[in-house]
């Protein structure tokens, strides 16, 4: 299979082929939370080298319903198959959650930018995610464990609603057990059952140990709560340059062709969602754009 790589030169002829999905077949249904899913897919001519880099996203495709952008969050190191992890918030996602195993559903992508990994070496790296903000950046954090020497610190802090909202409970698990990495998650509310933190997820941030002058930041999740992380980010001393927002609107095409992410002078799907603080900053705190 023949991915379309993000191409910031997309014409009307290539972009109609960009817009035709590939068959993939559903191996595996995970439910995550009461309103959350994990699909593994394996494309149906079992084709490989499904390569994406962390942070890029997919349209996925419901034959005769529609299709919606879902980002990757899957392993990038391995590419056997494409996983994705699904809120159902619509048409397009409860007809996906209604899917079976070894149904067929259209994959067209990886499309949009990445998270810095790379320029992350030799840095500490903090990661910031609310919701199901962890699930496009959880590739990053598979490459980031993957290449671990070549980084200083990495601090994951994860925030949720709701205990029960936690995604990849058993992962957080396994990850919070390593001595090479922090992790702390925390709720907005708890219950009888939770011993941990209570609070937003960026008051955890003047607590976690990193060196502000040499840290990629990146973080995911509501705007309103990356808007406190960017300020908590840069009242600690990370510079704007640093810090990595991923933005979510309304994408269609995924190609910057039909406008519906336009984003000021950008476009979502093609210049992000992946952007540098200081990319998007003079639009960052305006409503309605």
């Not at 080298?49 to 391995?78: C, H, K, R, W």
């Not at 979502?268 to 900053?281: A, L």
């Amino acid at each position: 299979m023949v991915y379309n790589k993000p191409d910031n030169t997309v014409s009307y002829q290539n972009g109609v082929a960009a817009m035709m999905p590939h068959p993939f077949v559903i191996k595996k249904i995970i439910k995550c939370t009461e309103d959350t899913f994990t699909l593994e897919l394996k494309s149906a001519d079992n084709s490989s080298g499904l390569e994406f880099a962390p942070g890029q996203f997919n349209m996925l495709y419901v034959y005769g319903v529609g299709e919606v952008p879902v980002s990757i969050s899957g392993d990038p190191t391995s590419t056997k198959t494409l996983v994705h992890t699904i809120r159902v918030v619509g048409t397009v996602t409860r007809a996906l959650r209604r899917l079976t195993v070894g149904e067929i559903v259209g994959v067209r992508g990886p499309y949009g930018s990445a998270w810095p990994v790379k320029r992350a070496e030799g840095c500490d790296v903090v990661i910031v995610a609310g919701g199901i903000g962890l699930a496009p950046l959880r590739p990053a954090i598979y490459y980031l464990l993957a290449k671990r020497k070549k980084y200083g610190r990495i601090v994951l802090l994860y925030g949720t609603r709701t205990p029960a909202d936690i995604l990849f409970r058993n992962e957080l698990e396994q990850w919070r057990a390593r001595f090479d990495l922090e992790v702390e998650v925390t709720v907005d509310r708890g219950d009888d059952a939770w011993w941990g933190n209570v609070g937003v997820v960026p008051t955890l941030i003047p607590g976690a140990s990193f060196d502000p002058l040499n840290t990629v930041a990146m973080t995911c999740g509501p705007e309103v709560m990356m808007r406190f992380t960017v300020m908590a980010l840069r009242k600690k001393g990370v510079d704007v340059k640093d810090i990595y927002v991923s933005m979510e609107r309304n994408m269609k095409c995924a190609i910057g062709l039909c406008g519906h992410c336009q984003f000021g002078g950008k476009f979502i799907c093609k210049d992000g969602p992946v952007f540098s603080y200081d990319q998007v900053m003079d639009l960052f705190n305006k409503r309605e754009i």
